[in-house]
């Protein structure tokens, strides 16, 4: 086979021409911007993963055309490696360094990342594309398949997807089957068998009742749940809404994000019992968050701090029943509440670690344990089995029921990524384990009151962060600002960084009580905004909100 770079150029040339002179980064989890900018960028990434399959030997490689939680007018590109986990970070400079140069430099720049990485350009590659129900997925999509074709590489497309379902697709594509078959099919006949069998035929127990509302936040999530809801047999009553039908557009006003961060129900929620047990996932479906409201109204969030703590209480406690020696550690972001690390080091006796923000950094970490539960507080997360881990516990098996269920919990869950799904099923099945509702998991601990605020600024780039995100050091001076600040606030913490996903500065503040979080955000977003270039309207100081 013999490869033709000018043809790379011509394509760039005529259909897919770089319309934007601003430098484009790789941002937490690939490149996102807003739709019309970004054909030029698809086009390349359908070209790097080709090159990136060839690098690996053939190995397929995955391409999910999403903006994941953002509006509806961006989308973006996540990278899938062979295990199914993030794009290698030394070819993240790769693809951002291929995403900038001009169209006419292009066919040269392909030329040098061939060279530079003695890449086989003859050899097989093989790169699967999946795309959430975005208006402008399908265009992008075709341009990263006609990037891979102007490579002459294999492409499978998938269409409509979620991101963990294709982490799932090319892992199984790549171990030959053994995890399962990169079909739709195999994906939810492997999760609804071991949760069906974890199961074991009892739906309800104590406190636990088997239905529950689900957020689909009008994207790829609703319709995939629709699919798991027909294939169950009765084991999960679900109910969905914001399914993405009609009017409603993809993560407005719905979803885990909005749940989140806004601290309130979503839209569309039916009149419910207080303490319905309620659930909602992001555009993309890679996180999940638990809510519900009391008997007096009152909201309450089950995030990700809460479902990793729920995870490894009960992995600690069946490793304990196997007998087995297994050590497991929990992997956080600086966004994990203070009161759930707490109860982690204190009560479960568990060792935790902070990480920067990016699945792809508490997914690396958590690697270093036999048994390793990450979850970013926003619910994106999973646990990673070792794999002697995985051999103790199916050496034990043979004899021992615990066990038996821990190696189904090992099927149950996508270990290669966050899976709002398959981590949704995995908390059912704990509950209904505990014989617990919504009342039982949250009172192991009370959160800390916590907001985050999004603040626009020229530049967010010139905000510079170390220690894992929780101290600033440029712009100069901003971080004694900060302490002076939140000395004034019983179990005051606050922190800023630039997001990776947005072109926003984030501003993240707990304390004691929810007035005291309120001021403590704003001040410390007013600083962002004097000492860190702020544009658009000053932030409203919420004790003269109501003058
Ligand atoms: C992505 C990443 C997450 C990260 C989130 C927000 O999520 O995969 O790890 O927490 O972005 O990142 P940032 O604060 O940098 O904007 P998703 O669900 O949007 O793909």
Known sequence: MSINLRTVYAFAREMYPKNSKETIQYGTAGFRGKAEFLDSVMFRMGVLATLRSRYREGAVIGVMITASHNPEPDNGVKLIDPKGEMLESSWEK?????????DQELEQHVGQIIKDNNIDVTSS?????????????????????????????????????????????????NTKEAYGKPTEESYYEKLISSFE??????????????????????GVGARKMLQFIKRMNNSLAVTVINQGIGTGKINEDCGADHVKVKQRVPVNMPDVEPFTRCVSVDGDADRVVYFYTDDEGQFHLLDGDRIATLVADYLMEQIKRCDLNLRIG?????????????????????????????????????????????????????????????????????????????????????????????????????????????????A????????????????????????????CVEPQGLQEEINKVVANYKRGRS??????????????????????????AYEVGRLVQRLAGGVGPELVNPSNAHL
């Open 125 to 173: 590659s093989y790169v699967y594309v999946g795309m959430d129900n975005r208006y402008h997925s399908p265009r992008l999509l075709k341009a990263v398949a006609d990037g891979v074709i102007a490579l002459k590489g294999n492409v499978r497309e998938f269409g409509i997807v979620t991101t963990p379902m294709m982490h799932f697709f090319v892992v199984a594509a």
């Open 330 to 442: 929990l992997v956080q972001t600086a966004y994990a509440n203070g009161a759930s690390t707490d109860y982690i080091v204190n009560e479960l006796k568990v060792p935790v670690s902070c990480v920067p923000t990016g699945v792809k950094h508490l997914h690396h970490k958590a690697l270093e344990y036999d048994v390793g539960v990450y979850f970013e507080a926003n619910g994106h997360g999973t646990i990673v089995f070792s794999d002697s881990a995985k051999s103790l516990i199916a050496e034990a098996a043979k004899t021992n029921e615990d066990a038996k269920s821990l190696l189904l919990i090992i099927d149950l869950i996508n270990e290669t990524v966050g899976d709002a799904i398959s981590d949704m099923l995995l908390v059912e099945t704990i509950l209904n384990h505990k014989g617990w509702d919504v009342k039982d998991w949250s």
């Open 197 to 218: 069998k974890l199961r074991n035929g009892r739906v309800e127990n104590g406190n636990y009742r088997n239905s529950l509302i689900y957020d689909g936040a009008n």
């Open 495 to 520: 922190f800023v960084r630039p997001s990776g996903t947005e072109d926003v500065v984030r501003v993240y503040a707990e304390a004691a009580t929810k007035e005291d979080v309120q001021q403590l």
């Open 444 to 471: 192991a601990y009370n959160d800390l009151p916590n907001l985050q605020l999004k603040i626009s600024v020229q530049d967010r780039n010139v905000i510079k962060t170390t220690d894992a995100e929780r101290v």
């Open 94 to 102: 790769i693809a951002t360094d291929l995403v900038n140069v001009s």
